[in-house]
């Protein structure tokens, strides 16, 4: 296969991401001696920064990518919200899907680190479901960009308020009518909300927990596999993608299966590898690529994002040199 021609085709695809965004803050600074008011550090601070988070870093590695991708999502109506407007647009991400809601915060994780740990996290955040009034214009919003023409809708689902059962069924339907992809990157609230999707994408401890097993699957590949044929009994989806850690990731539809082995990594940092696998294999399945292949391409993605601290995006020219490397 022609990897370098295949990556060109991600370029200009059309992804709508509907999800939670959140602003990642962070407060950077040194401990050098400890508070006479209480037994805590004082951090002399050196740096403060704002990330896009959430669905948002699912975005931003579409962009990476090469693709445009759209954001649909409710956030406040407050300042943290202008901001983390201006920080997607100025990241190339469009904003044409953004509800700014007057009854709800903008969600923002602000940590505090020094010497690369983290003393302290803060979230400011609403978590109630979003309004009917605010799913209703979701819903429309969503609607219009559906009949501009998309590649593949992804939803990404942390738990924040965003993604409702009525809104998730509503929008499944209409992007099946128009013959479009859907993907789903869950949390445990939702878990089967996504039935008839195209591909639904938990990790392993997600999976475990939606379908209420434990196995071991370092020994018992039958359980695990069982658990999997038992979720799209009730998913009815095409294309179950499981991330395994350590041992690689999981696909299968109704022909076909395939286990993706873990490359060997000098491990840094696990945050945000599963929003670098679900836009890579979201990518791989607007471009039609059959399930091996999604599996593999998106397993060295996740690998390679784990090398580097913080929450990175994927590179597009470094994933392609490691893909023809490993995949030749």
Not at 168 to 174: C, D, Q
Not at 273 to 296: F, H, M, N, R, Y
């Amino acid at each position: 296969m022609n990897y370098k021609e295949l990556f060109e085709k991600f370029n200009g695809l059309r992804i709508l991401v509907i999800g939670d965004v959140m602003m990642d803050a962070y407060v950077l600074g040194k401990v050098t001696r400890i508070s006479p008011e209480a037994p805590v550090p004082i951090i002399s601070l050196e740096n403060e920064e704002e990330r896009i988070g959430g669905a948002g870093n699912v975005a931003l590695n579409l962009v990476s990518l090469g693709a445009k991708p759209i954001i649909a999502t409710v956030i406040g109506n407050d300042s943290n919200g202008e901001k983390l407007s201006k920080l997607l647009k100025s990241n190339g991400i469009s904003v044409e899907g953004v509800i700014f809601s007057d009854n709800r915060k903008t969600t923002v994780k602000t940590r505090v680190i020094s010497n690369k740990q983290q003393l302290l996290r803060i979230d400011s955040e609403d978590t109630f479901p979003i309004s009917v009034s605010e799913e209703d214009q979701l819903i429309n919003k969503i609607s219009k960009l559906i009949e501009t023409g998309l590649d593949a809708i992804i939803f990404e689902d942390y738990n924040k308020g965003v993604l409702t059962e009525n809104l998730i069924l509503k929008v499944i339907h209409i992007a099946q009518k128009k013959n479009i992809p859907t993907a789903v990157d869950p949390k445990k609230e939702n878990f089967f909300a996504y039935r008839n999707v195209t591909l639904f994408k938990p990790n392993l401890k997600e999976l475990k927990e939606g379908m209420n097993v434990n196995f071991n699957i370092s020994s018992n590949k039958s359980d695990f596999e069982l658990a999997v044929i038992s979720l799209e009994v009730k998913l009815n989806n095409e294309i179950s993608f499981i991330t395994l850690s350590e041992h690689g990731v999981f696909i299968k539809n109704s022909t076909n299966k395939h286990y993706a082995k873990a490359h060997l990594r000098n491990i840094a940092d696990v945050s945000g590898a599963g929003d670098t696998v679900i836009a890579v294999a979201t990518l791989c399945l607007a471009s039609k690529l059959d399930i091996e292949q999604i599996a593999e391409i998106s397993n060295i993605a996740g690998g390679l994002v784990c090398e580097k601290s913080g929450v990175i995006s994927i590179d597009k020219q470094e994933l392609l040199q490691e893909v023809e490397e490993l995949l030749g």
